[in-house]
Each structure stands twice: as C-alpha cells, then as structure tokens.
C-alpha cells in the first residue's frame, strides 16, 4: 500500500506570520523543523497502519523546506520548483491509496483563517475552476482524482478543516492544529501535541482509506485566474489559448486537471516585469 503526502507551512502547529514562512525570516528555521515533525508524525501514523510506501512533496516556498535527513529512509522526497503538477507532483508515479494534505490553509477567498491564500498570494486574488472559487486544496483533490487517488487526511487551522470537509466530505479525517483569531493570530497547540494527534490521525486514514472516494471535476476544465496587477492579464493575452476577461482576469480552458496544473504552473513560474505607476 502507498500513500501520497503533499505538506505545506501555513497550517501546521505554531505558524501564525509571514516571516516564520520565509527564509531568512524570524523562526523559520524553527518553523521548519515544526513542519518536518508533522511530516514524520503522518508517515509513522501510515506506516503502523502498514503502509510499505510513501511519497511526500514539499509543497511550500522554495520546495526545499522538509529536513529530509529527519524523515523515514524508506520515504522518497519531492523538492524544488518547477513542476507540472504543482503542489501534487509525485502523485502520478504509483497507485495510492490514498493522500494527505498537510498543513494546508484557507484560500484567498476566504474571509478567515491564518495566511490564506491561493497557489501564490502576491501574484492572485482568486482562482475559479469552473466558476467556482478554487482554494489550493480543491486544485490538490482534483489533481489527485485525475489519478483516482481520494484525499484521506487534512490537518490545518479551524476554518482550514471547516473548508476540507466542506469540499470532500465528512468523511474525510482531519486534524485542526489550532484556532485562528484572524489572519496572523491563532491559540495553537504545541508541536509535539499537534504531531501526536496527526500521528493517531494518519494510521485510523489509512485504515479506513477504502471509504474515501477521489475529488473529480467536470471536464473540460474552465480555469479563471484574477491577478493582483493589470500586467500579467495583458501578457498571457497574448498566447491563443488565453482569453482576457477583464483588466485583472485570464481565463484558459484545460482537457483534464493535468493541462490546468501545467497552465497554472506556468504562470506562477514566469516573470512579470512592470514599471508601477
């Protein structure tokens, strides 16, 4: 059996501003270590629940944040930026049972929740597929279901898990890391608490993994992308499978998950130059 782990920052344990994201940043170090313990907690969790095999994507900044000298041997790591499937690159090497979200936020659309945001916060204001706001976790269910791999286990803050079971069910195992009073302030657990709750939460996930169906999006695939500046709307005009909405907004349309994680990829990858009036 094989499990999937896409962590990222935000919402792991004790998280609660900017800089503690960022290299060079006050705690980041430490920050980094809190974010390898819940990766460890999870893959322990998998593992005693018999997992034989688990692949994690470091899916926050630079791609390069998980001390994977601190992880098990037997986990193979995905570092580093670009990649076709984003947040979830690595989910397309093997039948999994089942995916883990860590340490996952709110989306820019949302009115609460620490650090929310979408795919790139500086660049977006909003991502919509089909017409619906797109949240990082909608776009990381859907590209696990282009692969028929469900979403199992979600860990984040308050209204994080609030938004996980909104999308994919009940049914799906979570834990909430803390309690967000706004967008830089939470009550948090500790970090060895959060990780023996993820630890727990991880092996009854996999246990019960059969429950758990894939997260699928009608095809073909309406993706809207509003930006925070007029330029890179003006820009990505320019190729023939990008309409210009508005002064803000792009819209391409995808085949399949695949195409709009590779489109998306894309633009987050590329440079806007711009003289700001």
Same mark, same amino acid.
């Given at each position: ?67 994977? /000298? ?24 093997? /039948? ?90 939470? /009550? ?90």
């Amino acid at each position: 059996m094989k499990i999937y782990i896409s962590a990222d920052i935000e919402g792991v344990a004790g998280i609660v501003s900017p800089s503690q994201t960022v290299q060079n940043g006050f705690e980041y170090e430490t920050a980094r270590r809190w974010m390898t313990g819940e990766v460890c907690a999870a893959c322990e969790g998998a593992f005693a629940a018999g997992t034989e095999d688990i692949v994690v994507s470091d899916s926050h900044g630079n791609g390069q944040n998980i001390l994977i /000298d601190e992880l098990p041997d037997s986990v193979r790591v995905v570092r580093n930026w670009p990649r076709p499937l984003g947040m979830m690159q690595g989910v397309e090497t093997a /039948d999994f049972a089942g995916a883990f979200l860590l340490g996952y936020h709110t989306g820019a659309h949302h009115p609460a929740g620490i650090l929310a945001h979408t795919s790139a916060g500086l660049l977006f204001t909003e991502l919509r597929l089909n017409g619906v706001p797109a949240t990082e976790t909608m776009i990381s269910a859907a590209i696990a279901g282009a692969f028929d791999t469900p979403v199992i286990l979600a860990t984040g803050d308050t209204d994080y898990v609030g938004h996980a079971k909104d999308l994919l069910g009940n049914q799906i195992v979570t834990v909430t890391t803390k309690a967000a009073f706004g967008r830089y302030s939470a /009550d948090t657990m500790t970090p060895k608490a959060s990780c023996g709750l993820i630890r727990d939460a991880a092996k009854k996930a996999v246990t019960n993994h059969s429950n758990a169906n894939p997260y699928k999006i009608k095809t073909p695939i309406e993706f809207e992308a509003d930006f925070q500046r007029h330029i890179p709307a003006e820009i990505l005009n320019y190729l023939p499978c990008v309409d210009r909405v508005n002064a803000h907004t792009i819209r391409f349309v995808g085949e399949d998950m695949v195409s709009v994680s590779k489109f998306l990829s894309f633009i987050t990858s590329i440079r806007y130059d711009e003289q700001i009036p």
